[in-house]
């Protein structure tokens, strides 16, 4: 089991930096090898990504959950299990959602574009 946790942690850390290195490398000048985004936007740019992926897996979680709460069949350690999955995933959803917010006040704050916030 240790070994599948460890495959696993090493799939997910490559599939979150491949996209952002893909997009690098799409967005350099042609004689200086720097990005030509500000830091601003390439911060903004990996945590959106960052969240898309934490709320696509938080509903995922929703989906297990569901399942192994329907599938308990009335075993008590099953129903709290699938019932603590669930509370888990409406958190990272909800994570996922506040984490939007505050990047968008934030970028709209420095930006100096936005009188909302």
Same mark, same amino acid.
């Given at each position: 089991m240790n070994i599948f946790k460890k495959i696993a942690y090493a799939s997910s850390a490559i599939a979150t930096a491949v996209p952002m290195v893909v997009? /690098?490398?799409f967005e350099t000048p042609s004689g200086t090898g720097l990005p030509s985004g500000s830091l601003i936007n390439i911060l903004t740019s990996g945590m959106n990504w960052l969240l898309i992926v934490v709320g696509i897996l938080g509903v995922i979680g929703f989906v297990? /959950?569901?399942i192994l709460y329907l599938t308990a069949a009335g075993d008590e350690g099953q129903i709290d299990k699938g019932k603590t999955a669930m509370i888990y995933s409406i958190v990272g959803v909800i994570v996922a959602l506040l984490g939007v917010v505050?990047?968008?006040a934030v970028q709209g704050m420095l930006s100096g574009s936005s009188k909302s916030f």
């Amino acid at each position: 089991m240790n070994i599948f946790k460890k495959i696993a942690y090493a799939s997910s850390a490559i599939a979150t930096a491949v996209p952002m290195v893909v997009r /690098a490398q799409f967005e350099t000048p042609s004689g200086t090898g720097l990005p030509s985004g500000s830091l601003i936007n390439i911060l903004t740019s990996g945590m959106n990504w960052l969240l898309i992926v934490v709320g696509i897996l938080g509903v995922i979680g929703f989906v297990i /959950a569901g399942i192994l709460y329907l599938t308990a069949a009335g075993d008590e350690g099953q129903i709290d299990k699938g019932k603590t999955a669930m509370i888990y995933s409406i958190v990272g959803v909800i994570v996922a959602l506040l984490g939007v917010v505050i990047i968008k006040a934030v970028q709209g704050m420095l930006s100096g574009s936005s009188k909302s916030f």
